[in-house]
């Protein structure tokens, strides 16, 4: 008999391979405090990898490159690539990454790419020196990450390095737990909000950026459909310095121009750094439920127009905000706590009604839970837009569509669940056909709902799916109903009789070992 060829052993991603070599490095450093460390580094090899490809170019001298300086910064520049001086480049620092002063060594490079590099003014970590990170475990990653060509031609064509960083954000995310939340929402979560937007031209905003996830995926969303990356323009705010690092590093991987995403301690609210821009697209994850947003200091805000917002709960505080940033045509995606569409405290009712009055609620998404790293509170998505009778789609102003997606995606790990593509291009793909001309859209009992304003009225416009959506209807097996029943009682009446035999075994036993019953 022919042996059976051994089954091939699969081939695990590189970035989940250089994940688990990377966290065992980790030893007893906090998550919190070594991701900057590691995707500190990432980068470093990124942007060095791309100037050494380049460098050798100018080196050798030929075609466009005749006569050219290899260590002149403006070469490097017209190419779009960072200029890292001789003592950044990733072959000195690994020919030193055995040395006790490793740590001293990389700050001292990030320091120096800084300085030649003005984008990047106060976005690299420099924190490798110290005194609780082992030298030896900074020395070993350092080598790690110098198998990997991430910033090569080859390289970049594959995306390499920005799956290795997203793969890397995400691990962070689940190893902080409900701290990974801050700086990152899922991937699924934003390709379904991108998805659905299709941000393909204008401005796209985000005022509590992370780390730039909701810019990432539409610059993707673009290139997917062909479109010029140059077509749109993105606008942030973080209030969290490191994570606005995170961001910033994000997206200078990918060549996205991070100038207009700003940093100040105080955050959106309190100090609005894109006071008077409007965006076409808003895309946004703002922190659940927040009660410590200074609400107390924004009583007369000019942003509310649809009521003054609780100051123990910033929801339809960021919603607002949102709004207000909206172009004339603009729409937005934002994700919000299931209390949004029903609470009714602190004002929160009224603002709800009068927003859904003024017809700018487009569609709402209720979502499983256990999608987020940083909570279990089932959210939901919301979106809105400012002129819902364009002429870009068609006149749907005096409807809201619900879809009820809580029964969709499936468990990656014993505490979370995720959207495959196939999820996100069914909801995708059910709100462009209601939304479009000619789109074809039906409703589907347990799913999604066309409903009108005046039913919403008829539910004191709360707007949780489930009222609208029903539940679906089973599957007729074509067994007449009497039939089922005497079946089931049939079945019944044979357990109970089961269960009172074993019921006497169980008593002749005890006796038998002089119990009483």
């Known amino acids: 008999m022919a042996r059976k ?10 970035e989940k391979t250089l994940w688990k070599s990377a966290d065992k490095l980790r030893k ?11 995707l500190g580094l990432i980068f470093l090899k990124y942007i060095s990898d791309a100037f050494e490809e ?29 200029f890292v001086p001789a003592n950044a480049r990733w072959s000195h620092l690994q020919a030193r990454a055995k040395l006790p002063e490793i740590g001293k060594d990389v700050d001292e490079a990030m320091d120096a790419i800084e ?6 003014k106060g976005v690299l970590p420099k924190q490798y020196a110290r005194q609780n990170l082992d030298k030896a475990s900074l020395g070993a990653l350092i080598d790690l990450i110098a198998t990997i060509a991430l910033g090569d031609a080859k390289a970049r064509s594959q995306d390499l390095l920005g799956r290795v960083y997203e793969y890397f954000l995400g691990e962070f995310a689940a190893a902080e737990g409900k701290k990974g939340g801050q700086f990152y929402t899922p991937v699924s979560i934003v390709k379904l909000l991108v998805n659905m937007l299709e941000p393909y031209k204008g401005r796209v905003y985000d005022p509590c950026c992370g780390s730039g996830g909701m810019f990432v995926q539409a610059e993707k969303l673009v290139e997917a459909h062909q479109g010029r990356i140059d077509d749109i323009s993105i606008y942030g705010q973080e209030s969290n310095q490191t994570t606005y690092r995170l961001c910033r590093m ?22 609005d750094a894109h006071k008077d821009m409007k965006a076409e697209f808003i895309i946004a994850n703002p922190p659940f439920n927040d009660s410590d947003w200074s609400g107390e200091l924004l009583r007369d805000d000019p942003r509310w127009q649809y009521g003054v917002p609780p100051t123990g709960n910033a929801n339809f ?19 919000l706590a299931n209390g949004s569409l029903s609470s009714n405290s602190g004002g929160e009712g009224d603002i709800r009604r009068a927003i859904v009055e003024a017809k700018l609620v487009d569609c709402i998404v209720a979502l499983p839970d256990k ?5 279990g509170i089932p959210a939901c998505l919301w979106f809105i837009s400012r002129d819902r009778k364009n002429h870009n789609f068609r006149k749907r102003e005096d409807e809201v ?21 196939e999820d996100i291009a069914r909801i995708a793909d059910t709100y462009h056909a209601w939304r479009n001309k000619d789109g074809g859209y039906e409703d589907e009992k347990g799913f999604c709902k066309a409903a009108s304003l005046e039913e919403v009225l008829k539910h004191n416009h709360v707007l949780t799916p489930g009222r609208y959506v029903g539940i679906p209807d089973e599957d007729d097996d074509g067994v007449p109903f009497e039939e089922k029943m005497a079946k089931l009682t049939s079945e019944l009446e044979e357990q109970m009789a089961q269960g009172q035999a074993l019921d006497m075994r169980i008593r002749e036993n005890l006796a038998n070992v002089g119990c009483r019953t």
Not at 28 to 38: L, R, S, T, W
Not at 54 to 80: I, N, T
Not at 317 to 335: K, R
Not at 412 to 418: G, L
């Open 115 to 120: 300085k030649e590099n003005p984008t990047l």
């Open 28 to 38: 007893n450093m906090d998550a919190a405090e070594y991701k900057h460390i590691v």
């Open 250 to 271: 994000n997206l200078a991987i990918r060549g996205i121009d991070g100038s207009n995403v700003r940093w100040n301690g105080e955050g959106s609210f309190l100090n």
């Open 317 to 335: 505080a960021w919603m607002q905000h949102m709004i207000y940033h909206l172009s004339p045509t603009g729409t937005l995606g934002l994700v």
């Open 54 to 82: 380049l460098h050798a170019k100018l080196a050798a001298g030929e075609g466009e490159y005749e006569g050219a300086d290899p260590e002149d910064p403006d070469e490097y520049r017209a190419e779009r690539v960072f």
């Open 5 to 14: 060829p051994k089954a091939e052993k699969a081939v695990e991603p590189l």
């Open 371 to 375: 999608l987020f790293y940083n909570t």
């Open 401 to 421: 569509l619900f879809i009820d997606a809580r029964n969709m995606g499936e468990m990656i790990t014993r505490r979370n669940r995720d959207f495959a593509d």
